[in-house]
Each structure stands twice: as C-alpha cells, then as structure tokens.
C-alpha cells in the first residue's frame, strides 16, 4: 500500500549569519540523532550552503540540504543567479520554487515559476513547489480556484516520470510570518483539493505518492493537529526554523503522526 512519510522544511530565508547557520546546523543535526519516520531539509542562504553541507556530512546526517531558489538556465550571462548545477556541486538535492516571497514580495510570475519548477525536475533534483492564496482571494472564497491554478500552471509540461521527485508546499500568503495559522480543517480543505488537482494531472497512485506540506507560522504548539490532518504531509516551515529546539519538535511531531496511506 502507498504511504507518505512526513517531510518537514526549514527555510531560513535571509537570516543567519555564518556562525549562526553553523550553529543551527549542529543544533538540528543533534537534536534529531537516531530520529526515524521523516524526512528533513534545511534551506539555508547561498553563502552558507557549503558550510552547513560539510557539517550535515561530517555528522553522517541524513538531513538533506536545500536551495530556496535557482535558476532555470543551465549557465551564462545571467548576473547575480545560481544555477542548479552549482548547487548539486555544493550539496543540495531540493529545491523551493514559488515560494510566496518569491511570487509576490520579488515579482516572479507563473512563467519563471514553472520554468524553474521544470528544470529542478529535469535535473533530477527534488522540488517543492509553493502555493497558496492572499488574503483577499480567501476571502472572495477563491483559495482553491487559485491553489489549483497555480498548481496546474507550475507544472505544465512537467512530465508523469518527475513528479516521484516533487512535493507541493501549500502556503497560504496570509499566514506566512504572521503568526496566523490556517486551521487545521482550512488546511486539510485546500491540500485535499490540491491532491484531487494532481491526480487530475498524473493519475490516482501518482496523487497519492506525492507529499503535499502545511507552510504559515507552523510552530512546535500547533503542528501535530495540523500534521494529522489526511493530506497534511508534515510542513514548510519559516520563523520557527531558526531555533534549533524549536524546529526539532516541530520534526518530532511530524514523525509522531507517522505516515499517511494513500487516501484516493
Ligand atoms: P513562517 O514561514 O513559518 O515563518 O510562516 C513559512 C514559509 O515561508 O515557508
């Protein structure tokens, strides 16, 4: 039977400084010694991925490391943007693309989000790609018309063989710093829509393979309801990341709930 095993995120976004993303590395790494039944990434800033690499490998860590962004281009004239051939070469096997900084603070639209989203699969890299809707569009009852757009416009031409490789991070805008938490039901309504989405796309048993995460002020008080919810695959989380003990029972709650049988 497929099952999905929690996948819990920490985006550090830009914060840290070089000794601190050090620190924080050591401080997840140990605090999850021995720790089964999830996955975990970390995202910290381009300058300190090689720094955090050498300690998840020093420490024989199973944490994986993460880019919160990349380029779609392979190389060239490009000034200021990371290729994800360099960060293979440094050590990241995830990528984030759409993330809501990204689409509504930086300006990127669908096209660059899905081009980035389809050469992170295409290269073979795993890639989480965010989603969720602003405030207004919640409140006009648009969110899963706009999760859905954004699910189908981000994959487009991306093809049924690299989807083992994606997960989906639904992140409603409004709930992302803000101390605001979407509802655990909230959260389930909008991630069992976006699952019947994918299985509308790659077929039942693909949907049901592909983890779909919570993100928007997850903290260690409120993740397991939100982790237990059916289609809530374990979360994409922010603010809370940046505290070692803070993240680790975010992790350890995820990994309390255990996996999830397919549900379509
Ligand atoms: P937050 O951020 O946990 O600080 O709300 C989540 C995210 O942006 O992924």
Known sequence: MTTRRPFVGGNWKMNTDRAGASALARGVVDGLVGLQGVDVAVFPPFPYLLTVASILRERGSSIRLGAQDASDQPDGALTG?????????????????????RRHVLGEGETIVHAKTRAALAADLECVLCVG????????????????????????EVPPEHVDRLTIAYEPVWAIGTGRTASPADAQDAQRHIRGVLADLYGNDAASRIRIMYGGSVKASNARELFAQADVDGGLIGGASLKATEFVAIVKAAAGVGAKAATL
């Open 133 to 156: 809707e602003k405030l207004d569009e919640r409140e006009a009852g648009r969110t899963n018309h706009v999760c859905e757009e954004q699910v189908r416009l981000g994959l487009r």
């Open 81 to 101: 943007e990371v290729s994800l051939a360099m960060l293979r070469d440094c050590g990241v096997s995830v990528v984030l693309t759409g993330h809501s900084e």
